[in-house]
């Protein structure tokens, strides 16, 4: 089971900073991933089972930062720059897999998501 730490709604100015954080129940992979209006889920960031690996997608590559506490059990995704486009409905996801991947199919645990909006 995965679930943001805050969920809701956060809001923030362009240029700004934010942090989402999300607990975790298992040691997998993690995957940060966002959404708007219908369409589908697009990749941000995702880990592997013991923060060793890490990627991002490349419209947030130097901007955003995703690491993990497994002693805390906390998945941490720090956003920063952020600008209008990154507005959208943020969501954690976790395994089964142990590696990291860019591919929401393989992610089996979603958490409720937190609504990121960037004003201009």
């Known amino acids: 089971q995965v679930r943001p730490v805050e969920p809701g709604e956060r809001l923030v100015q362009t240029g700004g900073s934010l942090r989402l954080d999300c607990e975790l129940s298992?040691?997998?992979?993690m995957g940060w991933f966002r959404q708007t209006s219908e369409k589908e889920r697009d990749f941000v960031a995702a880990?592997?089972?013991?923060?060793?690996?890490?990627m991002y997608a490349e419209s947030v590559k130097g901007r955003f930062i995703m690491d993990r506490d497994n002693a805390e059990n906390t998945v941490h995704l720090q956003m920063n720059i952020l600008k209008p486009d990154d507005s959208a409905v943020y969501f954690c996801?976790?395994?089964?897999?142990?590696?990291?991947?860019?591919?929401?199919?393989?992610?089996?645990?979603w958490g409720q998501g937190t609504q990121v909006t960037v004003s201009s």
């Open positions: 996801a976790s395994g089964p897999l142990p590696g990291p991947s860019r591919n929401p199919f393989r992610y089996e645990t």
């Open positions: 298992a040691r997998t992979g």
């Open positions: 880990t592997s089972w013991n923060g060793h690996e890490t």
